[in-house]
């Protein structure tokens, strides 16, 4: 199994320019969560799916933020306009039985 | 507001070391998950505890979860530098994987 699939792993954009990070989960996996990580707020939970369905996105940080699910095989976590202080690691992680979670290599975005 | 108190935050110590990181909070959680991540990489999951006062051992790694299940330990018996990274602790309010992570500990082990 290839695990869960990130990309791009760095994206380096301007303030104001729309970013797109691409997560596919590991297969037969239910649930997906999309988190990002800080030095100063540790690893937060953005968002998560249950059968392609978002279950709670209370942790989106704001409009400009959105995610999708079209099927059981990729998920989008889109920004937008991005600004600096969405520079961080955003992980993608699924799950089987939504304990234990599976993630990513990340994607390290620079918002500029 | 952290709901989950990791500490210390940073842990340098030479090999062959013992050392114990702390996972506090005043919340309850069902269950309770430790991570390792290494630079560049995801968290990887090294245990899960779901009953209070558990014990569970993973090599040179005990791991406990507190009688009232809301804190755990993790102790490293003769850490080795193969020990480096960061070690996360999760705690779970129900079955959906809504996991609450902690800030993380950074150990470093010298050799």
């Known amino acids: 199994d290839a695990g869960v699939i990130q990309s791009p792993r760095h994206e380096v954009t301007e303030m104001g320019q729309e970013v797109t990070l691409r997560c596919k989960p590991i297969?037969?996996?239910?649930?997906l969560f999309w988190y990002r990580q800080t030095m100063m707020r540790g690893l937060e939970l953005l968002i998560y799916?249950?059968?392609?369905?978002?279950?709670?996105d209370s942790g989106m940080p704001e409009d400009r933020f959105s995610a999708k699910m079209p099927n059981a095989s990729f998920s989008t976590l889109k920004i937008q306009p991005s600004e600096p202080r969405d520079s961080a690691v955003y992980f993608c992680a699924s799950s089987g039985t939504g304990e234990k979670l599976f993630f990513g290599s990340g994607t390290q975005l620079s918002v500029l | 507001t952290q709901l989950l108190e990791q500490s210390p935050q940073f842990l340098s110590i030479q090999e062959g070391e013992n050392l114990t990181v702390y996972c506090n909070s005043s919340s309850v959680f069902s269950s309770l998950q430790w991570y390792r991540q290494e630079p560049g990489e995801g968290p990887v999951l090294l245990v899960t505890?779901?009953?209070?006062?558990e014990v569970k051992k993973l090599k040179r790694l005990t791991f406990q979860f507190g009688d009232a299940r809301k804190d755990s330990s993790l102790h490293i018996t003769a850490a080795q530098p193969g020990d480096t990274g960061l070690y996360l602790c999760?705690?779970?309010?129900?079955?959906?994987?809504?996991?609450?992570f902690g800030q993380g500990t950074t150990l470093q082990v010298k050799p």
């Open positions: 799916f249950n059968n392609n369905v978002p279950i709670d």
């Open positions: 297969s037969g996996h239910d649930y």
């Open positions: 505890v779901v009953t209070g006062g």
């Open positions: 999760a705690g779970a309010r129900s079955n959906t994987g809504k996991l609450i």
